[in-house]
C-alpha cells in the first residue's frame, strides 16, 4: 500500500498537459489521498468509482476524482491483490468476432503473479473501455512457468515427518528454501494489503534479540561487540560519502515512496561534507583496462583499506577483526555476494526506501502468499514445465510502421504460444547465462545494463532436530568465524572466505512448528557451497539476443589463499552440527532427523538468488532494466530499483508491469478534461 503523502508522484503530472496552479493541485491531492484512506482503510474491497466521486460533495469536482481513481487503480496503489472486482454495469456483451488479445506472462514467481492477478483486475475494473472503445473482448493472460511449481525463489519445502497440531490451524510443517523474512509491513509496504488483509495469514513477528558467539562458542561481550558495530558504521559512512560514491537521491514525498531520479537529485542535494580521510581517496580510483572502459574500485577494497587504517589507529585483535568481520558478512547475506564485487559508487543506492516496522516470518511457509495470489478470487491460467528458449517481440518502431504487435514464445518442448503482449519475469541470473535467446536482439542499452548488474547467491542449511537444545525465545543467533589458513590473524584478507559460513542461524520453531534451525552461507561461503571444490563468485555471460554463451567476464578471484571447504552434503550437515555443539556447549554434535542444503546457483531457472550492483554498475541501471522494449515489458526484483533483492520489490515490479501493457494498449490517461474552474 503506498504511504499517504501530500505531494504529487512524478508519473502523475503527466497526467494533466499544463502545470498545475497551487489551487488545483491541493485539490487533486486531496481527492486522491482521500481515495487512498478508503483502500488502505479495507483491502478487502475494491474502491469504486462511485465511491471515489463521493470524496467530494461538489460535483465540479467529480471528474478530477475519477482521474484520480483511475490514476491509481491502474498504477497499482489501489485494488490490487486477491480480491474480487465490482462489476460495471451497461457494458455492452461482447461477440465472439471480437478481437481477443493474449498477454503472456513468462515466470510464475511473485512479479509474475502479481502482474497477471493485476492485469485481470485492471481488465475487469475498465471493462467497459475494452467494449465500447476497443470493441474487443477481454485479453486472455497465461503464465508459463518452467518448473513444476510456483512461487520461483520462493520455495516452503514440506518436511517429510509432519506433526500434526504443531501450527494452528492445520498449517503444514515447512522448511524455508528460499524467502524467508518480510521486512516491516509498516509505510507502504504492499504486501501489508495481500498478507494481512486479505489473506489474512498468520505470522511471527521477530525481535532483535540475537547472541552473537564467537568460534569457541564463548559469547561475545556486548560491548566489544556494540564497540565494532560503532567501528563497521564509521566505515560504512566514509563509503558512503566517498568522492566516487554516487550521491544519493533525495526522497521526495511520493505516493509510494519512490524517489527522484539521481539527476535531478544532484541538483537537489545539499553540498556534500569533506571527506573524512583525504588521505584514502588518492589510492581507490577508476581504473581504464586496455579498451579505455572505466572500471571502477570496489566496496570492499576501501572497507579493507579502511579496516587496515584503524588496526594502526587502534591495535585491533584478532576477536575485533572476527566481529567486525560478522557485521561484513551480515553486509554480503543483503548482497548476496562478497563486497568485493559490490560498486562502491552505489551500493547503497536504494538507501532510504526501507519499509518500517518489525520483520517477520509467515506461520506454515511463505508459499501460502503465491498460493493466494494464484487462486484468489478464482485461479488463473499457468502453464507448469514450460521451459521458455526463445521471445519473439514487436520493436516500438514495427508497431508503428504494422499498426500493432505481434509476439511469439517458443519453449523447449517445441510448444509455441502467440501474444500481443510479453511480460518477462525471468530472474536475471537466467538472462545473465543466456539460456533464453530473443528476437530480435535487445537494444546494446539494455544488454550493457544486463551485463553491469550482477547476481548473486545465499545458500541455507536447514536442520531439524527432535527438540530444542538452544533458547527457544531466540529468533537468531550470530556465529563469528576462525580463519582457517591462519588462526587468530590479525590480516583482514585471511576472513574474507570463510566469514559468511553459518553466519547467523534463525530460529523457526515458532513458524514452522518444529525445533527447526536455518543457517545461512553468505559471501564466498554460498558460492562455494555450491561444489564441493573452489567456486568464486563472478558475473556470468550475457546473451539478450543470441542463446549461445560467451566465456564468462569479469570473473574474481578468492581474496585470501584459504582452502576451499569441503562443501559435500554430508560434510556441511556435520560441520554445521559441530559448531552447534561449540556454541551451545553440548557433549556431541547434535543429530539432524531431517536436512536441506539449497544450491541457488545450480538451479537452471535461477541463476541464483537476487541482484546487486556490481563494481560496473550505473546510476539508473535498475530502471533500464525494467523498461520495456516494444511489445516485450519485464519485471522482477532486479527491475526495481527502490526495492531490489525483495519479494515486495518483486510484487511491486509486476504492478509496474501491469500498468505499462494496459496503458500501451488504452493509451495515457488525459486529465486535462478534468480540471474545474478556478473558485
Known amino acids: 500500500m503506498p504511504a499517504l503523502v501530500p505531494a504529487q508522484h512524478n508519473r502523475e503530472l503527466r497526467l494533466f498537459k499544463c502545470r498545475l496552479d497551487e489551487h488545483h493541485a491541493r485539490l487533486y491531492l486531496s481527492l486522491r489521498n482521500s481515495i487512498l484512506r478508503l483502500w488502505t482503510r479495507n483491502p478487502l474491497v475494491a474502491v469504486t468509482r462511485e465511491e471515489a466521486a463521493q470524496c467530494t460533495k461538489d460535483r465540479r469536482y467529480q471528474a478530477l476524482a475519477l482521474i484520480a481513481h483511475e490514476w491509481l487503480a491502474k498504477h497499482g496503489y489501489i485494488n490490487f491483490g486477491c480480491l474480487e472486482q465490482p462489476m460495471i454495469r451497461g457494458v455492452p456483451t461482447p461477440a465472439q468476432s471480437w478481437r481477443q488479445r493474449t498477454v503472456v506472462i513468462i515466470g510464475g514467481g511473485v512479479a509474475g503473479l502479481s502482474c497477471a492477478r493485476q492485469l485481470y483486475g485492471l481488465f475487469h475494473q475498465y471493462v467497459d ?20 511449481r510456483v512461487g520461483g525463489r520462493i520455495y516452503s519445502h514440506p518436511l517429510r515427518h509432519q506433526q500434526p497440531g504443531s501450527l494452528p490451524h492445520g498449517l503444514s510443517n515447512t522448511a524455508e528454501l528460499g524467502a524467508q523474512i518480510i521486512t516491516g509491513f509498516d509505510h507502504g509496504n504492499p504486501l501489508d494489503a495481500v498478507v494481512r488483509g486479505q489473506l489474512a495469514l498468520e505470522y511471527h513477528l521477530m525481535t532483535d534479540n540475537m547472541t552473537l558467539y564467537d568460534y569457541d562458542g564463548t559469547i561475545i561481550n556486548e560491548d566489544q561487540d556494540t564497540k565494532m558495530q560503532d567501528l563497521f558504521n564509521d566505515i560504512m559512512e566514509v563509503a558512503s560519502e566517498h568522492p566516487l560514491s554516487w550521491k544519493p537521491a533525495v526522497k521526495v514525498p511520493t505516493s509510494d515512496g519512490e524517489r527522484t531520479t539521481l539527476a535531478a537529485a544532484n541538483e537537489q542535494a545539499e553540498p556534500q561534507k569533506p571527506y573524512l580521510f583525504p588521505g584514502l581517496a588518492n589510492g581507490i580510483r577508476p581504473k581504464l583496462d586496455a ?16 579496516v587496515a587504517k584503524f588496526q594502526r589507529e587502534r591495535n585491533l585483535t584478532a576477536k575485533d577483526l572476527r566481529i567486525l568481520n560478522w557485521h561484513f558478512a551480515n553486509l554480503e547475506y543483503g548482497n548476496a555476494v562478497n563486497v568485493a ?33 494464484l487462486q484468489q478470487p478464482f485461479p488463473m491460467d499457468v502453464r507448469s514445465s514450460q521451459i521458455v528458449k526463445e521471445i519473439q517481440y514487436t520493436t516500438d518502431e514495427s508497431i508503428k510502421q504494422e499498426g500493432g504487435s505481434k509476439g511469439r514464445v517458443v519453449c523447449a518442448n517445441g510448444t509455441s504460444y502467440d501474444a500481443d503482449h510479453i511480460v518477462s519475469t525471468l530472474p536475471l541470473g537466467v538472462l545473465k547465462y543466456g539460456d533464453v535467446s530473443f528476437q530480435p536482439p535487445v537494444p546494446a542499452w539494455k544488454r550493457a545494463t544486463l551485463r553491469r548488474l550482477g547476481f548473486g547467491v545465499l545458500n541455507k542449511v536447514v536442520l531439524v532436530f527432535p527438540e530444542c537444545f538452544w533458547p527457544p525465545e531466540r529468533d537468531m543467533f550470530g556465529l563469528c568465524n576462525q580463519t582457517t589458513s591462519v ?7 585471511h576472513y574474507s ?18 525445533p527447526m534451525l536455518t543457517a545461512l552461507m553468505a559471501g564466498d561461503s554460498a558460492f562455494d557451497t555450491e561444489t564441493s571444490g573452489p567456486v568464486s563468485p563472478y558475473r556470468t555471460p550475457t546473451s539478450l539476443g543470441h542463446s549461445s554463451k560467451a566465456s564468462a567476464s569479469g570473473a574474481s578471484t578468492p581474496l585470501s589463499s584459504s582452502p576451499p571447504p569441503d562443501t559435500t552434503e554430508a560434510s556441511l550437515i556435520s560441520s554445521c552440527t559441530a559448531t552447534l555443539a561449540t556454541m551451545f556447549r553440548l557433549p556431541a554434535p547434535p543429530k539432524p532427523v531431517e536436512a536441506v542444503i539449497t544450491r541457488w546457483k545450480s538451479d537452471p531457472f535461477s541463476r541464483g538468488v537476487y541482484s546487486y550492483l556490481g563494481t560496473d554498475a550505473q546510476p539508473g541501471d535498475y530502471d533500464s532494466m525494467a523498461q520495456r522494449v516494444g511489445n516485450l515489458h519485464f519485471a522482477g526484483e532486479a527491475t526495481c530499483g527502490t526495492h531490489p533483492a525483495t519479494v515486495h520489490g518483486a510484487f511491486i515490479s509486476g504492478l509496474r508491469a501491469a500498468s505499462e501493457v494496459i496503458e500501451q494498449v488504452l493509451g495515457p490517461i488525459d486529465g486535462t478534461d478534468a480540471l474545474p474552474p478556478q473558485l
Not at 475494452?130 to 503464465?143: F, N
Not at 579498451?291 to 583499506?305: I, K, R
Request: glycine content about 12%; charged content about 25%; proline content about 3%.
Open 129 to 148: 473501455q475494452w467494449a465500447r472503445r476497443k470493441r474487443e473482448r477481454l485479453p486472455r493472460i497465461l503464465v508459463l512457468e518452467g518448473r513444476n
Open 291 to 306: 579498451d579505455g572502459d572505466t572500471h571502477a574500485p570496489s566496496l570492499g577494497s576501501l572497507m579493507d583499506e579502511l
Open 341 to 373: 564485487n559490490l560498486s562502491l559508487g552505489g551500493w547503497d543506492q536504494d538507501s532510504g526506501n526501507e519499509f518500517e516496522g518489525q520483520h517477520s516470518m509467515v506461520l506454515g511457509g511463505y508459499n501460502q502468499l503465491v498460493r493466494g495470489l
Open 487 to 493: 588462526p587468530n590473524s590479525l590480516h583482514q584478507n
Open 497 to 514: 572466505r570463510h566469514r559468511g559460513r553459518f553466519f547467523l542461524f534463525w530460529n523457526c520453531l515458532k513458524s514452522t512448528g518444529r
